[in-house]
C-alpha cells in the first residue's frame, strides 16, 4: 500500500512534505501535470532518504485523471493536495477572463472535491487540502482564488462527516516562498521584506514550515473537518 500521495508534489510545499516523508523511509507517490517537473522531483527525493518514490503526471482538473490515479495506486493512507495554478488570476474581478475564474475553481475546488470521490474508499487515514491566507485576507486582486480556496473549508467539513472516520482537514498558509510567486513578475526578495515586516512572525514562510504543518494534521488521529492556519499571524493584523 502506498502510505502517502502528494498532489503537486514536484515543488513548493508539496515537494518539502515528500522530502520529509522519504527521510523517514516512507513510500510516496508525487503527482503533478509535468512528467518533466516529476522526473527532476523523483532524481532530488532519491537522494533524500529510503522511502520509495513514485511518480505520476495526473491534471487535477481532469475527472478522468483522478480516477485513473486513485485505480493505480489502489488503497493509501494519507492523500494531501498541494497544487495550484494562479497564472493569470491577479487582478480586478473585472478584468479576469472567464475561462481563467473557470480554471481556478475546477482545479482548486471542483479537483478537491474530485479527490474526495475517488479516494472514497481507497484512503485509510487522511485527506489534506491547501488553502490560503486571501480567503481570510482578501486584497482586491485574487477574489476567485480567494473564494475558492475559502470553499476548501466547507469542503472538508462535509467530507469529514461523510468519509469518517477517515479524516480531512484544511492547512491555509500565509505568504510563503514558493514557486508561484515567479509567476507574478515583481521583485520577490524586497516584495518579502515588505511583507514579512508586517507579520508578527518577522519572515516570510517557507515551503518547510507547511510540511510540518502537514505532519501534524496527517499524523494526529482526533484533528478532522478543521483549518489549521499557517501564516505567521497574518490573520491578526
Not at 518539502?16 to 501535470?33: N, S
Not at 475546477?106 to 478537491?112: C, H, I, R, S, Y
Not at 498558509?173 to 510567486?181: M, S
Not at 496527517?218 to 491578526?236: C, P, S, Y
Request: no cysteine.
Amino acid at each position: 500500500m502506498t502510505e502517502s500521495i502528494i498532489i503537486g508534489g514536484g515543488s513548493g510545499m508539496g515537494l518539502a512534505l515528500a522530502r520529509t516523508l522519504v527521510a523517514e523511509g516512507m513510500d510516496v507517490a508525487i503527482v503533478g501535470r509535468s512528467a518533466d517537473r516529476l522526473a527532476k522531483a523523483k532524481e532530488e527525493l532519491e537522494g533524500a532518504g529510503h522511502g520509495r518514490i513514485d511518480t505520476i503526471a495526473a491534471d487535477l482538473g481532469r475527472e478522468e485523471d483522478i480516477a485513473e490515479l486513485f485505480d493505480k495506486v489502489g488503497r493509501v493512507e494519507h492523500v494531501v493536495v498541494t497544487a495550484a495554478d494562479a497564472t493569470g488570476v491577479y487582478g480586478r474581478t473585472t478584468d479576469v477572463p472567464t475561462a481563467t475564474a473557470r480554471t481556478v475553481v475546477d482545479t482548486k475546488l471542483l479537483g478537491a472535491w474530485l479527490i474526495g470521490k475517488y479516494a472514497a474508499g481507497r484512503v485509510t487515514g487522511s485527506i489534506t487540502y491547501t488553502s490560503g491566507i486571501n480567503a481570510y485576507r482578501p486584497n482586491g486582486s485574487n477574489t476567485i482564488m480567494a473564494a475558492a480556496n475559502g470553499a476548501l473549508a466547507s469542503l472538508a467539513y462535509g467530507l469529514a462527516i461523510e468519509l469518517a472516520p477517515v479524516r480531512v482537514n484544511v492547512v491555509s498558509p500565509g505568504w510563503v516562498d514558493t514557486p508561484i510567486w515567479d509567476q507574478l513578475g515583481m521583485d520577490k526578495q524586497a516584495a518579502f521584506t515588505e511583507l514579512a515586516a508586517r507579520l508578527p512572525a518577522r519572515r516570510i514562510g517557507t515551503p518547510d514550515d507547511i510540511a510540518q504543518a502537514f505532519l501534524s494534521v496527517m499524523r494526529n488521529g482526533f484533528i478532522t473537518g478543521t483549518v489549521l492556519h499557517v501564516d505567521g499571524g497574518h490573520r491578526i493584523t
